[in-house]
């Protein structure tokens, strides 16, 4: 079975640092990939998605991620951390041929300090 | 556009009571999904429906568990009878052309069962 793991389940930075969130899926085929965000008492946003071409995937408000195949993994970033970036983020894969369902790592919790 | 509509936003009910939740996807939209997101578990899927017919239901955990969707503006799940490890918070969310696509998330039902 599919299976995401996020490294670190709360990552703090300060505001302007760079942000980087960790996130490797187990598969033997590259699944498609997303990062979703979750403010509190909301439900999910996509930030980003990745299914097929360009490695580097640019995403809303700044997030970027790349997919390495060979690392099997799917970090997410940002170059300078906001205030208003204070949110859960999770990493999450849809395994092929299974409709779109949703596999979610465990989520990390991005706080930033002024 | 309202956006996916969930209702109620918080139930408190006692153990062993029917519990129904409501959601309403965004117009057009073909793929419902349903997930329940808790500290120990994380998000999870518990069914999803694509034009109004369930594909997938492995993940509903007993068959204590329900859902429906008798047309393409409406979907339930029932809980009957519920327990008070049935607590958390339920998510809605829903997507057009492919469960691949972007999934716009509801705001959640927080469930407490006493």
């Known amino acids: 079975a599919q299976s995401v793991t996020q490294l670190g389940s709360h990552v703090s930075v300060s505001e302007g640092a760079l942000v980087l969130l960790r996130c490797n899926y187990s598969?033997?085929?590259?699944?498609?990939l997303f990062w979703y965000v979750q403010y509190p008492n909301q439900g999910l946003q996509l930030l980003l998605k990745?299914?097929?071409?360009?490695?580097l995937v640019k995403g809303i408000n700044g997030f970027e991620a790349e997919f390495k195949k060979s690392e099997t993994s799917f970090h997410l970033t940002k170059p300078s951390a906001h205030m208003s970036d204070a949110a859960e983020y999770f990493c999450a894969v849809s395994p092929y041929n299974q409709g779109g369902k949703l596999i979610f790592g465990q989520g990390t919790e991005l706080s930033v300090k002024p | 556009d309202a956006g996916v509509i969930q209702s109620p936003r918080h139930e408190v009910t006692e153990m062993g009571q029917e519990v129904t939740l409501r959601c309403k996807p965004i117009s057009g939209h073909d793929y419902l999904f349903w997930y329940r997101q808790t500290m120990m578990r994380g998000l999870e899927l518990l069914i999803y429906f694509n034009n109004n017919v369930p594909i997938d239901d492995s993940g509903m955990p007993e068959d204590r568990f329900s859902a429906k969707m008798p047309n393409a503006s409406f979907s339930t799940l029932k809980i009957q009878p519920s327990e008070p490890r049935d607590s958390a918070v339920y998510f809605c969310?829903?997507?057009f052309g492919s469960g691949y696509s972007k999934q716009y998330f509801g705001p959640g039902t927080r469930l407490t069962v006493l």
């Open positions: 598969s033997s085929v590259p699944p498609y």
């Open positions: 990745y299914t097929t071409g360009a490695t």
């Open positions: 969310a829903s997507s």
